[in-house]
Every structure is written in structure tokens, then in C-alpha cells.
């Protein structure tokens, strides 16, 4: 069974850094360009990050670029975002999902989330 | 905002036949595939349609997808009461370089 389980959420206070991971099982994980899509409360989904699957290439939001950072463990089956410079806007439920080989967009397994909250 | 567009909200009846619609541009639905998601509030998104009009094992052929120029539609036949939920677009962009979604239908069921 393709799973994808999220850890690292919490409440951090504005400008203070997080990580979240996530772990993967039920697929060859190096092949499939992964991804982390956000939603903050009540509104809708935001993709924030994708990274490529054997060449690792990086792609990030406008809202998030300079402050994110994705990376990716394929011998582990992990992918993580380090968190810096929070704002209280990036406050939302974050999901891991698995993209295409090909295409990012093509999100066909998402995690349960996990929520950041960035309060003082 | 979003540089894909979509309704707020629709409503159908029960067994009704639904459209909702998704708007973009050259550099995104005009050059890009489109995938459409359904969220249930209180639950993960779940991919209902992928490279415009291809259906993921498990999801109804009630559902189905198009794409024309800059824009594309998911239609929902035979309208049913489990299908109240959120629907998003999403799509490529060049400019970008990144993944854009649109800003969500609430599709309530009457």
C-alpha cells in the first residue's frame, strides 16, 4: 500500500524555523517527483515546493522562495522542508504528496498533513 | 489570487449533471496538463483527474474532464450526496515555474 506520513509540525513563534519530513513506503520512491501543498485555515490549497525524483531538482513558490527548503533521502524514502524565517501567515495544515515521474502536478497519493502554527 | 480561476461555489440536485469550470492563460492551462482534486472537508485531497481527462483507478466515470485553449471543465453526472465537497484545478506554469491552483469550488449537493 502507497503511503505518505508527515511529522515535524508545531507551534513556532514568527521568524523561528521548523522541518517537517515525511516518510514513504509502497513505491519506488526515487522515481516520483515529490511535492508539499499547504492549506492555511479555511482557505484553499497552495502548492509551496516540489523536488525532482533522480535528479533532485528544486522548485519553490514565490510566497516561500528564500525561506523554504526541500530535500530529498532516497535511500531513506524521505523528503523533507526546512522552515526558516516563519511567518504568521505560513500557518496551515502541510501536506506531502507524491507527483509523476514526469509531471509534479499529477499529485495521485497526499499524506494526512500536518499543522504549523506560527504564533506569538 | 490565483492565476487559475474558478467559481466559488455550485449546487446540482441529486442525479443533476454539474460543470465547474477553470480558467488560466497561455502559460499555464494553454501550454500545461490540467488535474483536478476533491477535498472532503476534514480530509486530504484525492486526485479525480489527471492530464485533462484521464480518471485514476477507483474514480467513478461520473466524473470527467476537458480542456479547450485556456480553460477546462470537470463535469459531474448522476449528481450524488457524497459528492458535496471541495474541487481544485491545477495546472503548470511556465512563468512561474511552479504548480498553480485554483482558488476552489464548494460544490453543495441540494
Known amino acids: 500500500e502507497v503511503q505518505l506520513l508527515e511529522s515535524g509540525g508545531g507551534l513556532v513563534q514568527p521568524g523561528g524555523s521548523l522541518r517537517l519530513s515525511c516518510a514513504a513506503s509502497?513505491?519506488?520512491?526515487?522515481?516520483?517527483?515529490m511535492s508539499w501543498v499547504r492549506q492555511a485555515p479555511g482557505k484553499g490549497l497552495e502548492w509551496v515546493t516540489g523536488?525532482?525524483?533522480?535528479?533532485?531538482?528544486?522548485y519553490y513558490a514565490d510566497s516561500v522562495k528564500g525561506r523554504f527548503s526541500i530535500s530529498r533521502d532516497n535511500s531513506e524514502q524521505t523528503v523533507s522542508v526546512q522552515m526558516n524565517n516563519l511567518r504568521v501567515e505560513d500557518t496551515a495544515i502541510y501536506y506531502c504528496?507524491?507527483?509523476?515521474?514526469?509531471?509534479?502536478?499529477?499529485?495521485?497519493?497526499w499524506g494526512q498533513g500536518t499543522l504549523v502554527t506560527v504564533s506569538s | 489570487q490565483s492565476l487559475v480561476t474558478q467559481p466559488l461555489s455550485a449546487s446540482g440536485t441529486p442525479g443533476q449533471r454539474v460543470t465547474i469550470s477553470c480558467s488560466g492563460g497561455s502559460s499555464n492551462i494553454g501550454s500545461s496538463f490540467v488535474y483536478w482534486y476533491q477535498q472532503v472537508p476534514g480530509t486530504a485531497p484525492r486526485l479525480l483527474i489527471y492530464e485533462n481527462d484521464q480518471r485514476p483507478s477507483g474514480v467513478p466515470d461520473r466524473f470527467s474532464g476537458s480542456k479547450s485553449g485556456t480553460s477546462a471543465s470537470l463535469a459531474i453526472s448522476g449528481l450524488r450526496s457524497e459528492d458535496e465537497a471541495d474541487y481544485y484545478c491545477a495546472t503548470w506554469d511556465d512563468s512561474l515555474r511552479g504548480l498553480v491552483i485554483g482558488g476552489g469550488t464548494k460544490l453543495t449537493v441540494l
Open positions: 523536488i525532482g525524483g533522480s535528479d533532485g531538482h528544486t
Open positions: 504528496a507524491k507527483g509523476g515521474t514526469f509531471h509534479l502536478g499529477e499529485l495521485s497519493v
Open positions: 509502497g513505491f519506488t520512491f526515487n522515481r516520483y517527483i
